[in-house]
């Protein structure tokens, strides 16, 4: 270290001594007033002294190679901050090479004081690979669920399109979803719909009444009803009609009768009733038809019901429509409950593309499906009903028009 002292006149005249004898390093440490020369304190000269340090070149020189040590492990320090497992590596390499020569000095074995913190280091690191396949597998799921509601809504919606209730298809979805077998969505659907619904056949008692709404194809299903059962099971058929209501009803069915030359009688009042059903009491199946009533006039459906109850048939069929509109089908079967019904007859599928109705009617009545009418032939037009037949067409694999 050097110091020096300079008496100059001015601090620039200073400062200019300084560096050049001193350095640009040097450091001004202290600067005071002086009063130089003059007699008895009179006409001395005003000064000032400046006192300067700086370190000498040996000093320098050091200085210059700490600094440089200093910059170097900064810039070691930085890059193993980059990779951050590489400086845990070094860290602890380092911290082993010093419990080492610690215990080597005590004499002691130096095994376990390395392995701790290499169990810390390895646990950070798993924790730390765990995180990231948490992290990974929470986004997988989460995208799984998304597209499993799409698929979800994808599949409510074709199910809606197929003229199935919303309700119904929602149900539908949720019950396919639970389905655990890995097989498709096609196959599953098939289980459901196998489930939801149901069919009957051999249900034609020997009194069958045939019951619906206008002009579903009641008098017409009643005449493919006695084809069949007169031409094909060669099966002795009477014919009974209380639709006196409708001009040309009696006629209609009249008709049928003598083609196929089964007898035929008509009712007016519930005593007839028991006469008709009296009269044919040796045909094997006696089928009655009748009037088309609105099942929300209640009047109507009591008249029908007393009708009914008269001769107590052993079978009771509802004739609905496939083309009916899905929120009138609620009402009609709802309007008809009174008469106790055992199954329905759906008629018109050829003239319809969506079959959704069928689901909708097995699920609001309950019912099973007896038989299925496809067309104006009498008496061709008829198809005992089949669950496969039925699934068929409401997944559009088969189509009736
Ligand atoms: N396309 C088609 N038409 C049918 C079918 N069944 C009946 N029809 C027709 O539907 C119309 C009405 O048939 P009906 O048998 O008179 O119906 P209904 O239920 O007896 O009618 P109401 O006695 O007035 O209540 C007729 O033109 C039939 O030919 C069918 O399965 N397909
Ligand atoms: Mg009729």
């Known amino acids: 270290m050097i110091i020096k002292k300079y ?11 300084i560096n050049e004898e ?19 304190g009179l006409f001395s000269k005003k000064l000032i002294e400046v006192t300067a340090t700086a370190s000498s070149k040996e000093e320098n020189e050091e200085n210059n190679k700490e600094f440089k040590d200093i910059k170097n492990s900064i ?3 930085n890059n193993n901050l980059n990779n951050k497992n590489v400086f845990h590596d070094e860290f602890y390499k380092s911290l082993r090479k010093a419990t080492n020569s610690n215990l080597e000095a005590k004499n ?24 990231k396949e948490m992290k990974e597998m929470k986004k997988m799921l989460k995208n799984i669920s998304n597209d499993g509601k799409i698929k979800e809504e994808s599949l409510i919606k074709k199910l809606i399109e197929k003229d199935i209730n919303e309700n119904l298809a929602k149900n539908i979805s949720k019950k396919v979803e639970n389905i655990e077998e890995n097989i498709e969505v096609k196959e599953k659907l098939k289980i459901v719909m196998e489930n939801m619904i149901k069919v009957s056949n051999d249900n034609i008692g020997k009194i069958t009444a045939l019951i619906g709404p206008t002009g579903v194809g009641k008098t017409t299903t009643i005449a493919k009803l006695a084809g069949r059962i007169s031409l094909v099971d060669k099966k002795k058929v009477g014919l009974i009609t209380i639709d006196t209501y409708r001009i040309g009803a009696v006629e209609q069915l009249k008709t049928y009768a003598d083609i196929m030359n089964i007898p035929f009688r008509v009712v007016f009042s519930l005593k007839e009733m028991e006469k008709a059903v009296s009269d044919l009491k040796d045909c094997d199946v006696i089928l009655i038809d009748t009037t088309g009533r609105s099942s929300k006039k209640v009047m109507q459906i009591s008249e029908l019901r007393a009708f009914i109850n008269k001769v107590s048939p052993d079978n009771i069929h509802l004739v609905v429509s496939s083309t009916t509109k899905n929120r009138d089908i609620e009402t009609i079967i709802n309007g008809y409950k009174v008469l106790e019904y055992d199954d ?17 009617i097995c699920d609001i009545s309950e019912k099973p499906i007896s038989f299925i009418t496809i067309g104006q032939d009498v008496p061709d037009d008829i198809k005992e009903a089949t669950k496969d037949e039925l699934i068929e067409l409401i997944l559009g694999d088969k189509n009736l028009c």
């Open 344 to 360: 329905v007859i759906m008629t018109k599928l050829d003239e319809t593309t969506t079959y959704g109705s069928i689901l909708n």
């Open 22 to 40: 001193m350095g640009k390093d040097a450091i001004i440490i202290s600067q005071r007033k002086v009063k130089k020369g003059g007699f008895l």
């Open 7 to 17: 008496v100059v006149s001015t601090m620039n005249e200073a400062m200019m001594k």
């Open 108 to 131: 002691e074995e130096n095994v376990k004081p390395i392995i701790e913190p290499e169990l810390e280091l390895d646990e950070d690191i798993e924790k730390h690979k765990l995180l």
């Open 75 to 77: 810039k070691e320090l």
